[in-house]
């Protein structure tokens, strides 16, 4: 069936350092896919997303990149701060119905940034 | 601008109760949802709505039921609650079948 895998589960970083948080999708149909932050509770919220007519996407600190041959993206953080901890979910979209293409998640990963 | 309000906020219900979450959105989008989150699984949908007056079944529908008779409002029901449905509950609605899903800051449901 329909899976995305998300690695790693946890991951700590100095702040200012790089983060980076890698998915892996089966279905080679999905063609968006959203990245979520999501802080203690909250819901999940939308950080980036990308197109798979696109290989790259960048919005200030953060960047998204896809590999559609390998069928995996990742989540890229520069000059991480504290207020970047938080639990990030990668997310894929799958065969649906009625105009809708349902997204499956990743398990998620815990960012905690240390002053 | 309140975007997606779920209520309540919390609930602890004892096995074999029934509930109804509420789900309203103020951005007049025509796609909602229903997922549920647990530990180390991420969020898996439960039922989902592409419009005022449909439902469909997504992931995880077992022992749930939901209505979509207004297009800002959707609602999700136990009829009978079991301890395998205490989870963390989230609504989502979205402009467009494929595209930005906005999330309410979830329910807490724990069952006895």
């Known amino acids: 069936g329909e899976n995305v895998e998300q690695h790693p589960s946890t991951l700590s970083v100095q702040e200012g350092d790089s983060a980076v948080i890698k998915c892996t999708y089966s279905d080679s149909a999905s063609n968006y896919f959203p990245w979520y932050k999501q802080e203690l509770g909250k819901g999940p919220q939308l950080i980036i997303d990308i197109r798979s007519n696109v290989g790259e996407k960048k919005d200030q600190r953060i960047a998204v990149t896809l590999n559609k041959t390998a069928k995996h993206f990742s989540l890229h953080i520069t000059e991480t701060q504290p207020e970047d901890s938080a639990v990030y979910f990668c997310?894929?979209?799958?065969?649906?119905?009625?105009?809708?293409?349902?997204?499956?998640f990743g398990a998620g990963t815990r960012l905690a940034v240390h002053p | 601008n309140a975007g997606v309000t779920q209520t309540p906020k919390f609930r602890v219900l004892k096995t074999g109760q029934s509930m109804t979450l509420l789900c309203a959105q103020d951005m007049n989008h025509e796609y909602m949802y229903w997922y549920r989150q647990d530990p180390g699984m991420g969020l898996r949908l439960i039922h989902y709505s592409v419009g005022e007056g449909t439902t469909a079944k997504g992931e995880v529908p077992d022992g749930y039921n939901v209505s979509r008779l207004k297009k800002q409002n959707f609602l999700l029901g136990l009829e009978s609650a079991a301890p395998s449905q205490t989870s963390v509950y989230f609504c989502?609605?979205?402009?467009?079948?494929?595209?930005?899903?906005?999330f309410g800051d979830g329910t807490r449901l724990s069952i006895l």
């Open positions: 997310a894929a979209s799958g065969r649906g119905s009625g105009g809708y293409n349902k997204l499956i």
């Open positions: 989502a609605s979205s402009r467009r079948g494929m595209g930005p899903q906005h």
